[in-house]
């Protein structure tokens, strides 16, 4: 049983022939039941304040399991974001080569179609070449022969007009 500062300022004792001076028992008493008052008030504002401490460590507690998983969380995000951004860059690198394959592929054909082109433009040219330079020729035989000049033709036969 717990004792109170109420039990030792009750309590009473009994007499006795010869016992001790009941002013200096009572006076001491008195000193203790005052002595005992304060250290039970400091017992229980000690107990209360433990209360406290508790509930604040406890709170502080909480506090840093939810900062710990907030933290887990924002790490595994970031992470997560991180693999994210990682792949749409792989996409986007992988459709852009793609993309520059198929323009330098588009662009060597139109090279290709090109020299056959011109290919076919100087076969061609030199065709008209040949075909003109024999015109030429012949032209230049026709002139070269020999017409006979009727020289004896005389003015006079010669239509007037």
Do not use: C, W
């Amino acid at each position: 049983m717990a004792l109170t500062p109420m039990d030792i300022h009750n309590k009473e004792f009994t007499r006795s022939f010869r016992g001790y001076d009941e002013d200096e028992v009572d006076q001491f008493l008195d000193e203790i039941v005052e002595e005992f008052e304060r250290l039970y008030k400091e017992n229980i504002d000690l107990k209360d304040r433990l209360a406290m401490l508790v509930d604040q460590l406890n709170n502080y507690k909480t506090m840093e399991n939810t900062l710990k998983e907030t933290l887990v969380t924002a790490q595994k995000t970031a992470d997560e974001l991180a693999q994210s951004a990682q792949k749409k860059s792989d996409l986007i690198i992988e459709e852009a080569e793609k993309k520059a394959r198929d323009i330098i592929d588009q662009a060597n054909s139109k090279v290709i179609e090109i020299k056959k082109e011109f290919d076919e433009y100087r076969k061609q040219m030199q065709v008209f070449r040949s075909r003109f330079k024999n015109l030429l020729e012949t032209q230049l035989e026709i002139l070269q022969q020999e017409i006979p000049i009727y020289e004896d033709l005389d003015k006079e036969s010669l239509p007037k007009g």
